[in-house]
């Protein structure tokens, strides 16, 4: 055991996908526009104007908020937050202080073969600043940032190692995407991450000063700059010169540490105080229901009933639910090969005997089907694939795996078909049929190419006849050729051992 605990808690901002921005009508998509193009009197601070709270931000928010099982105060306000940066042109932020949206929930993590209950101290909304661009000597300002809606969410300290931090990270960017309330992207600001760290000598309950890093644009830089720290913090304590203030660092990527940006006063330095131009923000029950409604399986529930309903191990699932899209995609054509299962045996749906059918069959269907989608067709995706432009149907992809499953095509006739599935989007058996690749299985053709290659391979026949078992793969490999592929080579294996004793 190590002489100090570390104690972490993140704080994250994640910019909401609404069409409109937080408190006025620009459009909420100007990361995509020509800098300063979309603004306007409100998100500029004009004096004079009003603004107005962005519902569907709001529905966002809670969304994120009761998917990490927080508590929603049905009246929250808005503050001010003053301080004075170029990237701020009202002089203040508009935030939530004292009484945030949501407060109270955790999220379960796993790491190590073990879940961790990470606390979410609360949630709140508030607008983005503008961006600042520092180019050569000068710092430019792009104020189509400026008003994004935000959520905040603060967790508890209760991370002890850093990759507990990253997981975490992690699985949050996954909830806001299946939620849709962001994409969460840390490399592009979708999701910014600022840590907290301390130190304390093992069994002490005490809270040590703690040091907050900030810039940490990824899930990578959020790993190592913790690491970086409790090493570095471990060092102070170790010559009784702990940081006895709290102290705000930012990460340097290019040094791979942690360096001083200044030391902090405390929340006094915002002279927070509440928003006149707004109205407390009422949630109603109405409200509540519906966003509740909307709110879809959660990935580690998903991930939890994919391993149950299919027997695929914890891994292979996980894989699945990173990705919503192919995990609703393994699903249809999972759906797909059980209708056809009983339906080839003529069971009837909800039957015992349908049951126990599906229960002898599932595992390898599971199984099978995985390894073709993330093996064979992930093989086939490039980097920037989208999902929406996959032209191989969920009905189309089963069929193939029919095909793979019954041992009508082998599997690198398979991949053939595959890949002019994924260039076409054609039906399975119309390519195979096509290109000849239906598997040869029947007995007499598969005798026939045997004896062929048997009679012009006589050297080898007289090795193996010889005791040189290896020489057989060899001959299974001129039978294959000579079947251009498409024959069931087990079957092959098995003739050829026959008609070579
Ligand atoms: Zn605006």
Redesign the pocket.
């Known amino acids: 055991m190590t002489k100090y605990e570390t104690i972490i808690g993140l704080e994250i901002h994640l910019q909401l996908k609404t069409k409109t921005?937080m408190f006025?009508?620009?459009s909420n998509d100007g990361e995509n526009q020509k800098p300063n193009s979309v603004?306007?009197p409100?998100?500029l601070g004009h004096p004079g104007t009003l603004p107005t709270v962005n519902k569907e931000a709001v529905k966002q928010g809670m969304a994120m908020a009761l998917a990490l099982s927080c508590k929603i105060n049905t009246q929250s306000k808005f503050d001010r937050k003053n301080y004075f940066y170029p990237d701020l042109p009202k002089g203040y932020q508009i935030s939530q202080f004292d009484e945030p949206l949501a407060h109270d929930g955790h999220l379960v993590i796993e790491l190590g073969d073990k879940n961790w209950k990470i606390g979410i101290e609360r949630l709140h909304l508030e607008e983005d600043a503008a961006k600042n661009i520092h180019s050569t000597g000068q710092t430019l300002v792009d104020f189509n940032r400026g008003?994004t809606p935000l959520a905040e969410i603060v967790t508890k300290p209760d991370f002890r190692y850093p990759e507990q931090a990253k997981v975490f990270l992690q699985e949050l960017r996954l909830m806001a995407r299946y939620l849709g309330v962001s994409d969460a992207d840390m490399e592009k600001g979708h999701m910014r991450c600022d840590a907290n760290i301390s130190l304390r000598p093992q069994g002490e309950d005490k809270l040590y000063e703690k040091i907050e890093v900030k810039n940490l644009n990824s899930f990578k830089a959020v790993e190592k700059a913790l690491f970086f720290e409790e090493a570095r913090q471990t060092k102070l304590w170790d010559k009784k010169k702990q940081p006895e203030k709290t102290e705000t660092r930012g990460w340097d990527e290019a040094k791979q540490e942690t360096v001083l940006q200044r030391t902090k006063e405390g929340f006094a330095d915002y002279r927070y105080f509440p928003e006149p131009d707004l109205p407390p923000l009422i949630i109603s029950e109405k409200l509540l229901i519906e966003v509740k409604a909307s709110i879809p399986e959660l990935p580690a529930a998903k991930k939890n009933r994919l391993s149950k309903e299919y027997g695929l191990i914890a891994d292979d699932a996980r894989i699945l639910v990173a990705q919503r899209h192919w995990a609703d995609y393994y699903e249809g054509i999972m759906s797909d090969l059980r209708a056809w299962l009983f339906k080839t045996k003529g069971v009837a749906e909800d039957t015992d005997k349908a049951a126990e059918l599906w229960v002898e069959h599932r595992g390898k269907l599971a199984k099978l089907t995985f390894n073709w989608l993330t093996s064979e067709l992930f093989g086939l995706t490039g980097t920037n694939f989208k999902f929406e432009d996959l032209k191989i149907s969920a009905e189309n992809m089963a069929e193939l795996l029919k095909m793979i499953y019954r041992q009508k095509i082998n599997s690198s006739a398979a991949q053939t078909v595959l890949k002019e599935m994924y260039e076409t989007g054609g039906d399975p058996s119309a390519i195979a049929e096509d290109k000849d690749l239906a598997q040869i299985d029947d007995d007499s053709t598969i005798e026939d190419l045997v004896i062929k290659v048997i009679m012009t391979n006589t050297a080898q026949v007289e090795e193996y006849k010889a005791g040189k078992e290896a020489v057989l793969k060899y001959l299974v490999g001129m039978v294959m050729k000579e079947s251009k592929g498409s024959a069931n080579p087990q079957k092959v294996e098995q003739i050829l051992k026959q008609k070579l004793q």
């Open positions: 921005k006025c009508n620009c603004v306007c409100i998100c008003g």
